[in-house]
């Protein structure tokens, strides 16, 4: 069974600095895999996802994330963070199975951007 | 814009009495999910509709139920809501691999 581990539940950070966040994963074969990022209230938006190829992903607003196999690990990273920023972030696995992406989450980690 | 729409925002509803929450998508996707989400823990799939087959996940309870009479629409009963039940409800959709698409969800309140 696939798992993600997310080892940091709250980090917070000054604007301007920058941001990495940790995530594991452990699945048997090639994953897939994605960050979301989640605001107070609202649903989750995709950051950006792996698939397959290049190991270093670019995604919108400003992050990317390296998927490293020899670590089992995909974190996330942005250089200088925004105030905007200041949400929860949840690393997710994801596997095919018959014809539908079965998705496992992370328990987040909450960022606070602080002045 | 393509999107993941849930209605309503918040529900509030009393313990006991079934409540529906609705989720409709203008993407066309082929599978849409169900996701329960407690404050401050990760989404956890309650079911997904591959088309029109349902597929319970092994530990959502008996109280939960689930409807999707169109491709754009898919519904999530919950027959006897008790005070356990008062999450967030997730609805996403996806194609093929593609990433899943999330809606905004439906925060529920149980009285």
């Known amino acids: 069974a696939q798992s993600v581990t997310q080892p940091d539940i709250h980090i917070t950070v000054s604007e301007g600095a920058s941001l990495e966040l940790r995530c594991n994963y452990s699945?048997?074969?090639?994953?897939?895999l994605f960050w979301y990022v989640q605001s107070p209230g609202q649903g989750l938006q995709l950051l950006l996802k792996?698939?397959?190829?290049?190991?270093l992903v670019q995604g919108i607003k400003g992050f990317e994330a390296e998927f490293k196999r020899s670590q089992s690990s995909f974190n996330l990273r942005k250089p200088s963070v925004h105030w905007s920023d200041a949400a929860e972030y949840f690393c997710?696995?994801?596997?095919?199975?018959?014809?539908?992406?079965?998705?496992?989450f992370g328990t987040g980690t909450k960022l606070q951007v602080i002045p | 814009d393509a999107m993941v729409i849930q209605n309503p925002r918040y529900q509030v509803t009393q313990f006991g009495k079934p409540v529906t929450l609705s989720c409709s998508q203008t993407?066309?996707?082929?599978?849409m999910y169900w996701y329960q989400q407690k404050s401050s823990q990760a989404p956890k799939l309650l079911f997904h509709?591959?088309?029109?087959?349902?597929?319970n996940e092994a530990d959502t309870p008996d109280n939960f139920q689930s409807r999707r009479p169109n491709t754009s629409f898919c519904f999530l009963d919950i027959r006897s809501p008790g005070l356990g039940d008062a999450a967030m409800y997730l609805c996403?959709?996806?194609?093929?691999?593609?990433?899943?698409?999330f809606g905004d969800g439906t925060r529920l309140s149980i009285l």
């Open positions: 996403a959709t996806s194609y093929g691999n593609q990433p899943q698409h």
């Open positions: 699945y048997g074969a090639t994953p897939y």
């Open positions: 792996y698939f397959s190829g290049d190991t």
């Open positions: 997710a696995v994801g596997a095919r199975s018959g014809g539908y992406q079965k998705v496992t």
């Open positions: 993407l066309n996707h082929n599978v």
């Open positions: 509709y591959y088309d029109k087959d349902f597929n």
